[in-house]
């Protein structure tokens, strides 16, 4: 049966967005430094990896629930960038607490990494590259991709706020492709051949008849 395409837009690959890839690239890379530079039993390990993981898997969700609600792809879509902030800071207190160095915006260092990771969205890149790196180094370069994260979302977010206005939501969407397809198989007025309910009637719909008496009515005879 072909895919009816009137409505319910079709094109929710999340893995295709800059921003799922992104994302996924920091899960990694968190997922390593964590288990490689945490001491284990610290719970930082699992709020780290939780965060990277909520910033990855929101976003998907957001992406499929959008399909039938925009507010909730907007929230889940915000929740994710909320979770890579939360992700950002617990970089920016581990190389604070330990006399590390975070990268200025104009080091040749952050220099060369904003330019690499703007080029690179395979994960797999870094899985291989941060083997070699220092934990100040594997820092911040998650510091990098998370920002570079969030600009991306924040433009989907600006993306998905001019649909809804553009579009609207689901129950429009859906208002507009029965209007539109009443209009294509000729059905007319309010609600064509269909009732109210939206059902067509099994049998055609005669007017009412007024009902006529047997019988005369006469008039009563008011009593003495």
């Not at 969030?150 to 977010?157: A, F, P, S």
Request: charged residues 35%; proline residues 4%.
């Amino acid at each position: 049966m072909e895919e009816d395409k009137d409505f319910l837009r079709q094109d929710n690959n999340y893995r295709s967005l800059k921003a799922f890839q992104k994302a996924e690239c920091i899960y990694d890379v968190t997922y390593y430094f964590a288990h490689k530079f945490l001491k284990t039993g610290d719970r930082t390990i699992d709020q780290m990896v939780q965060a990277a993981r909520s910033g990855k898997q929101n976003l998907a969700e957001g992406n499929i629930d959008g399909i039938t609600s925009r507010e909730m792809e907007l929230k889940l879509t915000n929740v994710n960038r909320a979770s890579l902030h939360e992700l950002l800071l617990d970089y920016e207190d581990y190389l604070r607490v330990r006399g590390l160095e975070q990268w200025k915006y104009d080091d040749p260092r952050c220099v060369q990494t904003r330019t690499f990771c703007k080029k690179h969205l395979d994960s797999a890149v870094y899985r291989e590259k941060i083997k070699k790196r220092s934990d100040e180094t594997i820092a911040n370069i998650a510091i990098t991709l998370i920002h570079q994260c969030d600009v991306l979302i924040r433009g989907l977010i600006e993306w998905k706020k001019r649909e809804f206005k553009e579009k609207g939501g689901i129950k429009e969407e859906m208002y507009r492709a029965r209007r539109d397809w009443q209009q294509r198989n000729g059905y007319g007025g309010r609600h064509g051949q269909y009732g109210a309910d939206g059902q067509k009637p099994s049998q055609p719909i005669k007017p009412s008849q007024p009902i006529k008496p047997s019988q005369p009515i006469k008039p009563s005879t008011p009593k003495e």
